[in-house]
């Protein structure tokens, strides 16, 4: 295998001076060039930028994962399995919450400041070096890679931002994908546009690849197979149960984790199988059975050293993602943040809610939501907060997205006054604030500060105020 560091050496030989960037530089160039490119010809673009970086994406095995919601939960938990097999694992999470550094991580272990500078410099001089337009989706896909291949990752988790077929990382030729749901990302999406959205998303899948979903819709399930096949894709049944997490986290993020076992599992016994051996303490990989009846000292070895089974490894993996879906304990009082931005991640938000109140019951509660143009405000969305303050005590606090972040797709924020007056027509209480910090210090007021709750949600971008509010600039 290639040393990434020699292909870094040479591609920077051909930079001039003015062009080595600072990381400062580096995340200004990505905030100004999210919305350049066709993105119907971005697979292209990336596989010239490839070329010309030393074909990187032909040696990194990958993964990739896509779908409406449950992501980055998956790489998540996809990433402490593949740990526990003793693997290195890279991550590349699509959106960022504080700092681009987020997205790509070794181990868990987000990129430092001077890798991503040196990187994002590389990659960006190699493009306008070769006259290629590329975009930040691009840069940062290609800048993910790079660092999976100079870390000598054993596989890379690479999330799918958008759709499939065009996404930047869909130039990687993945051994296993998977697709969390296919929902309605935006409040205008039909049934049949969900369909063809979940189509899309299937451009992921070629010839060979192994591909599970989450799904639980059997027409989009059905659309999946017949396409897997059609494509000469490798179909494994979809996730039926959820994973054994801690309450109240298994009725929430079970099937994430399951997904995540699931596509670890057909990574370790489908690709890397014939060149790799692992031990007996393994959760993922199949076993070759013994012949006869073990020995007596098997058997005490196996008495003294119990084999940890993947219930007790779910029961003791960290069950949430910092930042975005956070339950911080140690504030007072608790708060939760959740980054849920269409009406299906929503009603999940709203399901943890009434779970942590079960578990112990909540002395105030307020959910504050700033949400972009397009993704919440409905039907639906009324209909959901009218059943959940009917079931359970609090107040519902509406704010706007007033420094949206760069690559969300939350450009613009909604109408405050017209979600407010929506919401108060459905003889339902709710108060509009006109930012934020705003809304957020009036809700620490409202309720106990020992046991009660407050929620930030609905988008991204709120949850970047939340941790501009606190001063926080790493997560």
């Known amino acids: 295998m290639n040393n990434s560091k020699t292909t870094a050496k040479k591609s920077a030989t051909t930079v001039a001076p003015s062009a080595i960037r600072t990381y400062n530089d580096v995340v200004v160039w990505l905030d100004a060039h999210w919305n350049v490119g066709d993105k119907q010809t971005t697979v292209a673009r990336m596989q010239k930028l490839d070329e010309a970086l030393g074909s990187v994406a032909k040696k990194v095995k990958t993964i990739l994962v896509a779908g409406t919601n449950g992501k980055s939960l998956t790489i998540h938990f996809a990433t402490q399995l593949l740990q526990h097999e003793g693997l290195t694992v890279g991550s590349y999470y699509a959106p960022h919450l504080v700092t681009y550094n987020e997205r790509i991580a070794l181990n868990d272990t987000s990129i430092t400041n001077k890798a991503f500078a040196d990187l994002g410099s590389m990659v960006i001089a ?6 290629l337009a590329v975009n930040s989706s691009e840069v940062l896909a290609m800048m993910s890679l790079l660092y999976f291949h100079e870390q000598k990752a054993d596989v890379a988790l690479m999330e799918v931002r958008e759709g499939g077929l065009y996404d930047a990382v869909n130039f990687c030729d993945a051994q ?5 749901r296919a929902t309605a990302s935006d409040i205008e999406m039909s049934e049949a546009a969900v369909i063809d959205h979940a189509k899309e998303m299937m451009g992921i899948v070629k010839k060979g690849t192994w591909i599970v979903s989450g799904d639980q819709s059997k027409a989009h399930l059905q659309v999946m197979q017949n396409m897997t096949e059609e494509q000469g894709g490798q179909w494994a049944m979809p996730i039926r149960k959820l994973a054994a997490l801690v309450y109240p986290f298994e009725q929430l993020h079970g099937r994430c984790a399951a997904l995540a076992e699931r596509i670890s599992q057909l990574f370790i016994n489908h690709v890397l199988a014939k060149e790799s051996t692992f031990g007996d303490d393994s959760l993922l990989a199949k076993q070759k059975g013994q012949r006869g009846r073990p020995t007596l000292e098997a058997k005490r070895h196996a008495e003294l050293n119990p084999k940890k089974t993947i219930e ?11 930042g975005r879906f956070q339950l911080l304990s140690k504030e007072k009082p608790t708060l939760l943040l959740d980054n849920a931005n269409n009406i299906d991640a929503f009603d999940n938000l709203l399901l943890g809610i009434r779970l942590l109140h079960y578990q112990r019951p909540l002395k105030g509660l307020v959910i504050i939501v700033g949400a972009a143009k397009n993704t919440l405000h409905n039907e ?23 420094n949206p972040l760069a690559g969300n797709n939350e450009e613009q924020s909604w109408d405050v006054d017209q979600v407010t007056n929506d919401i108060k027509s459905m003889k339902m209480k709710a108060q509009g604030f006109k930012s934020f910090q705003e809304a957020f210090d009036v809700a620490k007021t409202a309720v106990d500060e020992r046991n009660g709750l407050v929620v930030v949600t609905g988008s991204q971008s709120i949850i970047n105020a939340f941790w501009a509010s606190k001063g926080i600039k790493k997560i």
């Open 126 to 131: 190699m493009a306008e070096n070769i006259g």
């Open 380 to 402: 639906e969305f009324l209909k959901a907060i009218r059943y959940f303050f009917k079931k359970t005590a609090g107040q519902l606090f509406v704010c706007p997205l007033e």
């Open 312 to 322: 007790q490894f779910w029961k003791e993996s960290v069950s949430t993602l910092p």
């Open 176 to 180: 296993v994908v998977t697709i969390t």
